[in-house]
T-cell receptor
Framework: EAGVVQSPRYKIIEKKQPVAFWCNPI?????LYWYRQNLGQGPELLIR????????DSQLPKDRFSAERLKGVDSTLKIQPAELGDSAVYLC???????????????FGPGTRLTVT | DQQVKQNSPSLSVQEGRISILNCDYT??????FLWYKKYPAEGPTFLIS?????DKNEDGRFTVFLNKSAKHLSLHIVPSQPGDSAVYFC???????????FGTGTRLKVLA
């Protein structure tokens, strides 16, 4: 079974430029998460989707960040314009859905390491 | 306010010995806890979980203990192997939500 796929793996941009990250979750996983992980910290949730609906975006800085999950499968996360403080690893994860037991397990992609100069 | 705390940033253990990684939380509404392992340049990998209705869950060499009164959980790895060297994150979820709060991680080094 293929895991969560993310691209690109690395991205270096100048501040004020736009950037986009792409995520393909595990087939059949209804829930998709975007996390940001700063150096030395744990992942912090940015947004969670149930199918195509964003059900928790309270942590997403909406002035510059946007996300979409068309057709409830792939998702993109965009930053426009990027700031120096956006340098981090952006992780995508997926899970079966709001079920107990196995459904609570999140499977993470390898992440995109963003460097803003 | 850090709701999930891993106060030991690093831990070194001899191969074959027990590794004990600790995690404390402050939110009494947390009812589900997970441990993830992360290798460099990879995403976190699910390791083991425990529901608040239990105080212990075991899976092979990995055991998680939950002490609700102390708001403390620990991950025991025995015997430790060099391949266990990684960063370990604990995470918690509040009842009725699907938002996971992660700790800052503990870097485990198992010495051969």
């Amino acid at each position: 079974e293929a895991g969560v796929v993310q691209s690109p793996r690395y991205k270096i941009i100048e501040k004020k430029q736009p950037v986009a990250f792409w995520c393909n979750p595990i087939s059949g996983h209804n829930t998709l998460y975007w996390y940001r992980q700063n150096l030395g910290q744990g992942p912090e949730l940015l947004i969670r989707y149930e199918n195509e609906e964003a059900v928790d975006d309270s942590q997403l800085p909406k002035d510059r960040f946007s996300a979409e999950r068309l057709k409830g499968v792939d998702s993109t996360l965009k930053i426009q314009p990027a700031e120096l403080g956006d340098s981090a690893v952006y992780l995508c994860a997926s899970s079966l859905g709001p079920l107990r037991g196995k459904g609570n397990e999140q499977y993470f992609g390898p992440g995109t390491r963003l460097t803003v100069t | 306010d850090q709701q999930v705390k891993q106060n030991s940033p690093s831990l070194s253990v001899q191969e074959g010995r027990i590794s004990i990684l600790n995690c404390d939380y402050t939110n009494s509404m947390f009812d589900y806890f997970l441990w993830y392992k992360k290798y460099p340049a990879e995403g976190p990998t699910f390791l083991i979980s425990i529901s608040s209705i239990k105080d212990k869950n075991e899976d092979g060499r990995f055991t998680v203990f939950l002490n609700k009164s102390a708001k403390h959980l620990s991950l025991h790895i025995v015997p430790s192997q060099p391949g266990d060297s990684a960063v370990y994150f604990c995470a918690a979820r509040a009842s009725g939500t699907y938002k996971y709060i992660f700790g800052t991680g503990t870097r485990l080094k198992v010495l051969a």
